[in-house]
């Protein structure tokens, strides 16, 4: 009895696989609705910051005088300016999306009937320290894997818990990187039969790809290669959407562990090593 309450148990891979596979119908639906919502979102945005950065640019263009006029240099300038613009645009509307998605597959897990639009402007956590945390989360994975790959498997394995941390719960990069060192404790081949696992599924769409790259030329069929291309980019979306499922579900499962090897009950935020 000590030992169970002084460590959590492991993941059951297939039981996980299998929540996420019956939970994916419920699923989809909101998920193609949150990512129409930031389609539209990305195309305000570009509305309101890009197009009015594009029209002074193409006016001073027509009337610089030149290459080297004022004009031309300034025009110049704006176009930089909105190549800068366009890609915070898009930072900030795949963040959005992801919290979204997360939000939406605990949603979906509890039984809940999500609101795309609802659950996408919800204010919190904040932008900024999330996109930080994505940085430090892909600069250390990079690292790993330009090092010996192992490295940075076993580095997306013991941080991989600190995104849904810091959307979950609300804590900044450090709480989130230590709760998910934490959370994976004990955990980690679990962990890499599930990443593996969801690589043999994209191994599906994949072949899929390949097999309509292979006869593409003046001759190809376009009745065979756009039906299996189509099949392709919805197995794909299927994968993406579990994926998120999986993780959610790993992230509460691991959650509902550490409480129950904690009886004291620590808050939610709690949980990182001094």
Same mark, same amino acid.
């Given at each position: ?186 955990? /980690?081949?679990?962990? +890499? ?5 969801? $690589?043999? %599924?994209? *191994?599906?769409? &994949?072949? @899929? =790809?390949? #097999? ?9 069929? /376009?009745?065979?290669? +756009? ?5 392709? $980019?919805? %197995?794909? *979306?299927?994968? &993406?959407? @579990? =994926?998120? #499922? ?29």
């Amino acid at each position: 009895m000590a030992e169970t309450a002084s460590s959590p148990g492991r993941l059951e891979v297939f039981g996980i696989l299998r929540e996420g596979l019956s939970l994916l119908p419920r699923a989809i639906g909101p998920f193609v609705r949150a990512c129409l919502v930031a389609l539209g979102l990305m195309v305000i945005l570009a509305l309101v910051f890009i197009l009015p950065l594009q029209i002074a640019r193409i006016v001073l263009e027509a009337g610089g005088g030149g290459a080297s006029g004022l004009g031309a240099k300034v025009a110049g300038a704006l176009s930089q300016i909105s190549r800068v613009v366009w890609w915070i645009i898009q930072t900030y509307v795949a963040l959005c999306l992801v919290i979204a998605q997360y939000r939406i597959a605990a949603d979906v897990r509890a039984g809940l009937r999500p609101r795309s639009r609802e659950v996408f402007y919800r204010p919190d956590p904040p932008l900024l320290p999330l996109a930080s945390l994505v940085l430090v989360l892909g600069l250390g994975t990079l690292m790993g894997f330009s090092a010996l790959v192992v490295p940075g498997v076993v580095f997306l394995l013991v941080f991989g818990q600190a995104l849904p941390a810091m959307i979950f719960e609300g804590t900044n990069v450090r709480d989130s990187l230590f709760a998910s060192w934490r959370l994976t404790s004990g955990n /980690l081949l679990s962990l +890499l039969g599930l990443t593996l696992s969801l $690589l043999l %599924l994209a *191994f599906v769409p &994949s072949l @899929l =790809s390949y #097999l309509v790259s292979k006869p593409a030329g003046p001759g190809a069929s /376009l009745v065979i290669i +756009l039906p299996t291309l189509a099949v392709a $980019l919805f %197995l794909l *979306f299927l994968l &993406s959407c @579990l =994926s998120i #499922l999986v993780a959610v579900i790993v992230y509460q499962n691991l959650r509902a562990q550490i409480a129950g090897a904690n009886p004291a009950g620590l808050p939610e935020t709690e949980g990182v090593p001094a």
